[in-house]
């Protein structure tokens, strides 16, 4: 890692894990860290619909994984009493495995083809909690015990979140961390052999598959990193709210996880994460305009993409650290 990119990643944990927590505690606005808490595991899906866009693929079914992630967590945690901790790789090694078997056919299609299978796949995941007995239907999961501590050889990593005066800034802390090691390990993906392999999906598939790239082997290990992703964050998500139901996660929030990579901009790593903070913040600044809201907040996201079609990242005077489809 350059001098610079290190630079920028000491500024971005400074400004997250000390001065927003400062000002938090100095405007006495603890409800801030639940709202920070959000955007920060919305990010971390969001990032995983980047990657399938990173491989010329549009992914309108992340909020499916999500709530797969969170049932399961939940589930584990409720009824087996598993550790919190264990079930968020668990979660998201479960959205993988199923993403797999789930991609395997839809990513023989071309583009649009998938973009509208995914589509579906979170009003199936819907019905599902409705349907099966061990997700309590529509009454959902509640009373969900907050994580217990991690320990190593002893020593305390994390402690124990019911014994906390301040939990939510726990939650807020463990996000950000999770989030940072997201895009790092996304930038790190871009900018490896396979990242390039995958761009060259992007470009031209038939090209690719001529060089002897596997097309389809590259496809699924993608959208199952993504899977993954939104997993893990459907599974913190339940942690935080101690609850889960069939309606935790919709096709809107699909929909949401993708305007956040075209606001951001689809050719920076960073793009999700930024546009995840616009669109929940901006959301929010327009309850005011009433019945408006949803006109005025449709109409600027419109004129976005037609002025900055690469996101608003792609306004940046200074170097860009780009990582994907614009080059």
């Not at 894990?17 to 990010?43: E, K």
Request: include cysteine; hydrophobic fraction near 55%; glycine fraction near 10%.
């Amino acid at each position: 890692m350059s001098t610079s990119k290190l630079l920028w990643l000491v500024g971005f944990l400074a400004v997250t894990l000390v001065a927003v927590p400062w000002l938090i505690a100095a405007t006495g606005r603890s409800d801030l860290y639940y709202t920070f808490t959000a955007v920060a595991l919305l990010a971390i899906a969001s990032g995983g619909v980047w990657l399938t866009f990173y491989i010329g693929r549009i992914n309108i079914g992340q909020a499916a994984y999500a709530l797969l992630g969170g049932y399961l967590s939940a589930i584990l945690v409720v009824r087996y009493g598993v550790s919190f901790w264990l079930t968020l790789p668990l979660a998201g090694l479960l959205c993988a495995g199923a993403s797999v078997l789930i991609g395997f056919p839809i990513l023989r299609l071309r583009g649009v083809y998938f973009a509208m299978v995914t589509l579906v796949l979170t009003e199936v995941a819907r019905l599902l909690a409705l349907a099966l007995p061990v997700t309590n239907g529509a009454k959902g999961l509640v009373s969900i015990p907050p994580p217990g501590p991690i320990t190593l050889f002893g020593v305390p990593l994390l402690p124990d979140f019911a014994t906390l005066a301040n939990p939510r800034q726990a939650f807020y802390i463990v996000a950000v961390v999770l989030m940072v090691m997201c895009y790092a390990g996304l930038y790190r993906l871009v900018h490896s052999r396979i990242g390039r392999l995958c761009l060259s999906l992007q470009q031209n598939e038939e090209l690719a598959a001529s060089i002897g790239v596997n097309v389809a082997y590259l496809r699924l290990v993608i959208y199952a990193i993504s899977s993954f992703l939104g997993g893990i964050a459907g599974a913190m998500f339940i942690a935080i709210s101690q609850s889960i139901y069939p309606s935790s996660f919709t096709t809107a929030d699909s929909i949401n996880f993708m305007l956040n990579c075209f606001l951001g901009g689809l050719g920076y790593v960073l793009g999700p994460m930024l546009g995840t903070f616009l669109l929940y913040f901006g959301w929010d600044l327009l309850f005011k305009a009433g019945q408006f809201q949803l006109l005025i907040f449709s109409s600027v996201l419109i004129i976005l993409m037609l002025v900055l079609p690469n996101g608003l990242l792609s306004l940046r005077p200074w170097k860009r650290m780009k990582g994907g489809i614009s080059g």
